[in-house]
């Protein structure tokens, strides 16, 4: 890691806010399945506190939400799949936030950590965004042949 990264006595000794940027990656695994889909399941997330100069790591059970873009074109970031892990019941934080009832069923399908199978993509990449319950948001993109 770059020098210039360890900014943790400089965030401490300023008195002002601070505004920087939280960088990490998802772990993340991209596998092939029965009839040559393909599908996403995310392991954890690990984040740099530029705070503390540590890298924090979460579990899954450390990420509030994922989304896939199943296509992605290096410009722009499309959710075309969308999964709510959470803490602390996810499923009634979203009805109650929707302020309407959501089908259970439907709701198993996308309280997961992995995906649903869908056709390799044309771009020959898919990208994964992971948001943690505090907030930082990371992005892992992986060639799929």
């Known amino acids: 890691?770059?020098?210039d990264l360890h900014m943790a006595d400089n965030l401490k000794t300023t008195g002002k806010?601070?505004?920087f940027v939280v960088f990490g990656e998802p772990e993340i695994e991209v596998s092939e399945v029965a009839g040559g889909e393909v599908q996403?399941?995310?392991k954890g997330v690990y984040v740099?506190?530029?705070s503390t100069g540590d890298v924090r790591s979460?579990?899954?059970e450390g990420i509030a939400c994922w989304f896939i873009d199943t296509e992605y074109n290096e410009e722009s970031f499309f959710v075309r799949h969308?999964?709510?892990l959470g803490a602390n019941d996810p499923y009634n934080a979203l009805r109650t936030?929707?302020?309407a009832q959501i089908d259970e069923a439907a709701w198993a399908g996308l309280h997961s950590d992995t995906s649903r199978p869908f056709p390799k993509p044309q771009s020959g990449r898919v990208?994964?965004?992971v948001i943690n319950h505090l907030g930082d948001e990371v992005m892992k993109v992986c060639k799929v042949r």
Do not use: E, I
Request: proline share 4%; aromatic share 12%; net charge positive.
């Open 1 to 3: 890691m770059n020098a």
């Open 17 to 19: 806010g601070n505004l």
């Open 40 to 42: 996403v399941k995310v």
């Open 48 to 50: 740099f506190d530029p």
């Open 58 to 60: 979460d579990g899954a």
């Open 82 to 84: 969308a999964y709510f």
């Open 97 to 99: 936030t929707l302020r």
């Open 127 to 129: 990208a994964v965004k």
